[in-house]
């Protein structure tokens, strides 16, 4: 028997009820997880579907009114993942043929001992943990579908030599610039996607980790924006048991915004230095987030302050005419506030 620990609910329908009952009586004495109900004509069958859950439909083929494919077909048709178990005692390879054709989960003949009850257990019991197992799956594809496709970062999964994607959240589109379809088609376009200064170094990065190495790097992506946008990419093999890598998994996220502050710390660092290099040029500069704050010697030398001094957060009001203070003060808060020049 199966790992199922839970309840199975079987249908059984079949025109000969003592049969139908003999069946129900095994499989319910086999084991505690089943329980069972029958039916004498496929219509019933329908009847109880349409009023109770059941995790497994098994059915003779040769009835009256309705036969067994039939049935499987009304069945499929409003139960697409329903396990259905063909169990006939007069069938062909033509009919065996024609039941997998319309979606039949097993097909099994009866037999003239009670081994074929024991058959049919196993066979429902492989079905039902199959489909139970396919469901958790979905949903918890579905679930990580979601956060991911909430997520700011792009995640993505592939095999392990690179040309098949296996995931990717939307995130992708806009951060790259480029269609989920695109490089589901082709995964190697993504380097399209990467400014062309950068694409060698990608590559390279690709054979890397497509080797077993963890990799990490800062570059350019996004031909729809000219490539303005800097991501941060980090990316892992996952390996089995022996050692084999399954998959390449990896996380991208968009560091625009701090690339464009460390070019403008940059820049009024080359500013700052080069004021400090003139005497009668002043120069500060404040961090809001920590508060603390710099000026120049230049600065010392204006206000009269001893060389070397060290000020304050926000010191300097001081420093300026009474008459002159209102209006610093407040082209210092629309500064803070706005990001307004003065």
């Not at 439909?57 to 329903?82: A, H, K, N, Q, T």
Request: with cysteine; net charge negative; charged share 30%.
């Amino acid at each position: 028997m199966g790992a199922t620990k839970e309840t199975i609910r079987v249908l059984h329908v079949d025109d000969e009820p003592d049969f139908a009952e003999l069946a129900a009586d095994f499989l319910e004495r086999q084991s505690d997880q089943f329980e069972v109900q029958t039916a004498t004509s496929a219509q019933k069958g329908l009847e109880y579907l349409a009023n109770a859950s059941v995790d497994c439909v098994v059915s003779d083929f040769e009835m009256p009114g309705m036969d067994g494919i039939e049935f499987l077909e009304s069945v499929r048709d409003e139960y697409p993942d329903l396990p259905f178990l063909l169990f006939t005692g007069k069938g062909s390879e033509a009919v065996a043929s024609n039941a997998i054709s319309r979606g039949v989960t097993d097909y099994l003949q009866k037999r003239s001992d009670n081994s074929q009850f024991e058959l049919l257990a196993n066979r429902i019991t492989n079905a039902v943990d199959q489909n139970r197992a396919r469901r958790v799956v979905t949903k918890t594809e579905q679930r990580f579908q979601t956060i991911a496709d909430q997520a700011n970062d792009i995640f993505w999964i592939f095999n392990a030599s690179f040309d098949e994607l296996l995931f990717v959240n939307s995130t992708f589109e806009e951060i790259w610039g480029q269609s989920v379809e695109t490089i589901e088609e082709r995964p190697r376009s993504l380097l399209d996607g990467v400014h062309p200064d950068d694409r060698d170094r990608v590559e390279d990065a690709i054979e890397r980790v497509a080797a077993g190495e963890s990799v990490d790097l800062e570059f350019q992506v996004n031909p729809n924006e000219e490539f303005s946008r800097w991501v941060w990419v980090t990316g892992s093999p996952v390996q089995n048991a022996d050692g084999e890598i399954r998959t390449i998994v990896g996380v991208a996220r968009d560091i625009t915004e701090r690339k464009d502050r460390e070019r403008e710390l940059e820049r009024m660092s080359d500013l700052f230095q080069q004021a400090q290099k003139i005497a009668d040029l002043g120069a500060w500069e404040t961090d809001l987030r920590y508060e603390e704050g710099w000026w120049t010697e230049g600065v010392n030398q204006i206000y009269g302050l001893p060389n070397g001094y060290e000020p304050d957060p926000g010191e300097g009001i001081e420093y300026f005419h009474p008459e002159d203070r209102p209006v610093i003060r407040d082209a210092f808060e629309r500064v803070q506030e706005n990001g307004e020049p003065y």
